[in-house]
């Protein structure tokens, strides 16, 4: 399987916030931020922001004197022992946060071994996740997490996959001309979001950006009912917004 890889925002924080991270780890005693503007020749404004995300996700902490060293989380996902479930617990505190922000159900989906997986969601009383009421493995073409996901390849990736799962139509709004989906995954700009207007299922709503680390694809993506559907584009643009987050943990 190829992969069509377009950097996104995300993926350029994620680069910047490794440099920061690497520089860290190098200096047992800590760094300031005057050193790692020097050091990393990334700009004080940016450098700021990296280090405000890396610090409320624990990657770095901040000791008495106003250095940086690495943080908790950090050391966690670097241990060998327990790295899987380090990452699990990571993607999980982050997901419930982003749930809690953006007022939607969130999920993080892989492409694995061909297959839609969604690996870890986060919802909760006031944000139901989407009924699976088909298989997501066979409606890739229907929903946002799916089409985002063949985004992510190549032509002949995605042709593959689509001569696999037959594109049935599941709700009115469903495309099922290989010709059309194609088309439109093609000119889909990596930086936007992709939706879904109930196309999966009356009723719901829902959006995805991509989240890919290294060969990996994956998505991160959010569900609404429909009566929410006026909040879709906000929230959409903030799921992107915080991806980067996501994108770092697997990338570490």
Known sequence: MALKHEPTASYHSVQD???????????DTGVNDTELARETGITTERLTTLLRMLRREAYVEQIADGAYVTGAAFTRLCSAEGHDLALRDKLQHTLDRLRDSVGAAVYITRYVDGEVEVTQYADGPATPKVNEWVDFRSSAHA???????????????RRDHLARHRMARLTSRTITS??????????????????????????????????????????????????????????ADALNRNAAPVLLSLTI
């Not at 929903?143 to 990736?157: E, F, I, P, R, V």
């Not at 959006?207 to 694809?217: I, K, L, N, R």
Request: glycine fraction near 6%; include cysteine; aromatic fraction near 2%.
């Open 178 to 235: 290989d010709r059309l989906l194609l088309s439109r995954l093609a000119s889909q700009p990596p930086t936007v979001p992709v939706l879904d207007l109930q196309e999966y299922a009356v009723g719901t709503v829902c959006a995805a950006v991509p989240v890919t680390a290294g060969s990996s694809v994956g998505c991160l993506a959010l569900s609404l009912p429909v009566e929410h559907a006026h909040r879709l584009r906000r929230a």
């Open 143 to 157: 929903t946002a997490m799916g089409k985002s996901l063949l985004t992510q390849l190549d032509h002949d990736g």
């Open 17 to 27: 916030a490794l440099r920061v991270l690497e520089t860290v780890a190098r200096r």
